[in-house]
């Protein structure tokens, strides 16, 4: 019995070794990237998301709710995927995609709204990101502290697997900080509103620095049957059906709202499930040259339109359309409007680019000679190390 026991203890050992190394292999592999920095929108022409959308067109959606996985480790556990489905189609969604932790949930996969989708990550200081229409998860990550080039690295190797990667609640932990947001690249979405946090800032400081970052709204829920969790906030799509396909140009494209519904503490669910069908519209958004025409189908309390580093340009209170003549000096103007329900939507950015081409130009790349010179230094302290270490043992 001591001898299997014994070996017992061995095995989990060498398990946890195993672990370990290759935990820290990661941070070995890492590369230094060299960051453009900032390169603000500018020139002529106005990028408008919501060009040719049509308002009977809006899709309710959600990407981020936990459900059941690994044995019920993770947060979630309670919820089961029927558990969720019935509670968002009370909620009035036309879908919810389950992001559990390094896990694509295979629920309804056969059909053609179905979105594989994951949160990636298991760091100490929550640098996430929800990786929508995966193919595969991707196991490589940073569990302490990870610099600008590891964060860098993550959502590049996440491109290669995700059609649309998204940055997961950043404010939250400080997973991304305001000065990461000016460099970080290579990405779709971010997610400015989260159950737990609202990461405007984060969204100026990457709309400032010249990232095309389209707005992602999720509940991020981990227990479907507590009211404070569901349905208070929620990604709106302009797509004409559920087919995946119509979903993620939608997305791409930037026709999108993120929605901040009013939360009543503790309200009670079927009193939530009847007051969240009832929501305003946005009818249409129009550039007319350089002005901005907003149309609603309720009337606003307000309507603000913000520039860079999340400048408040104009206010308008108690009207359902707005308009606002953007500067040729403004790169992008987004739009924040709050209801007499107290609720909020938050609009894509109009963004200004030159030429054909709608593109991020600030670039993120791999310094060969950067990363050459790291892998040396750390060849180097793997020498000393087990220098200093046999030594020790020899004198022990």
């Known amino acids: 019995m001591k001898v299997i026991i014994r070996f017992i203890k061995r095995f989990l050992l060498v398990m946890l070794v195993m672990l370990i190394g290759m935990l820290l292999m990661f941070y070995l592999l890492a590369p230094i990237y060299q960051f453009s920095g900032p390169v603000p929108f500018s020139g002529e022409n106005i990028y408008n998301p919501y060009s040719g959308m049509r308002a009977s067109d809006w899709k309710k959606y959600n990407f981020q709710v936990q459900s059941k996985a690994w ?22 969604y036309n879908h919810v995609a389950t992001s559990d932790y390094q896990k694509i949930n295979s629920y309804q996969s056969e059909q053609p709204a179905y979105i594989p989708t994951y949160e990636h990550g298991y760091n100490a200081f929550k640098t996430h990101q929800v990786c929508i229409d995966s193919k595969k998860v991707l196991w490589t990550d940073l569990i302490l502290w990870q610099s600008l080039s590891m964060k860098q690295w993550i959502i590049d190797l996440l491109q290669k ?8 609640h950043p404010l939250l932990r400080n997973g991304y900080s305001l000065n990461d947001m000016k460099y970080l690249t290579n990405y779709q979405g971010i997610e400015v509103l989260n159950n737990l946090r609202v990461s405007l800032k984060h969204w100026d400081e990457a709309l400032g620095s010249g990232q095309i970052a389209w707005i992602i709204s999720n509940d991020d829920a981990h227990d479907v049957q507590n009211s404070n969790e569901v349905g208070r906030r929620f990604t709106l799509i302009n797509s004409p059906s559920t087919n995946k396909n119509d979903i993620m140009t939608a997305l791409e494209k930037g026709n999108a709202i993120g929605v901040d519904f009013y939360r009543i503490d ?9 007051r969240s069908r009832i929501l305003p519209s946005l009818v249409n958004v129009e550039m007319r040259n350089d002005s901005l025409i907003i149309t609603f189908d309720s009337l606003a309390k307000e309507i603000r339109f913000v ?4 400048k408040l340009l104009k206010m308008m209170q108690h009207v359902n ?3 606002y003549m953007i500067p040729t000096e403004e790169p992008y103007v987004r739009t924040e409007i709050e209801f007499y329900s107290h609720s909020n939507f938050y609009l894509n950015p109009m963004i200004r680019y030159s030429g054909n081409d709608f593109v991020t130009r600030k670039k993120a ?31 022990d």
């Open 71 to 92: 044995m019920g480790i993770t947060s979630g556990r309670d919820n089961t995927n029927t558990l969720i489905d019935s509670i968002y189609h009370q909620l009035g």
């Open 161 to 168: 697997d995700s059609r649309f990667v998204v940055l997961a």
């Open 266 to 274: 503790d309200e009670p669910m079927q009193e939530k499930i009847i």
């Open 307 to 310: 520039g860079h580093n999340g």
């Open 321 to 323: 359309q707005a308009y």
């Open 365 to 395: 790349s791999i310094n060969p000679s950067a990363t050459l010179r790291l892998r040396i230094l750390y060849f180097i302290l793997a020498i000393v190390m087990a220098y200093l270490y046999r030594r020790y043992r020899i004198k």
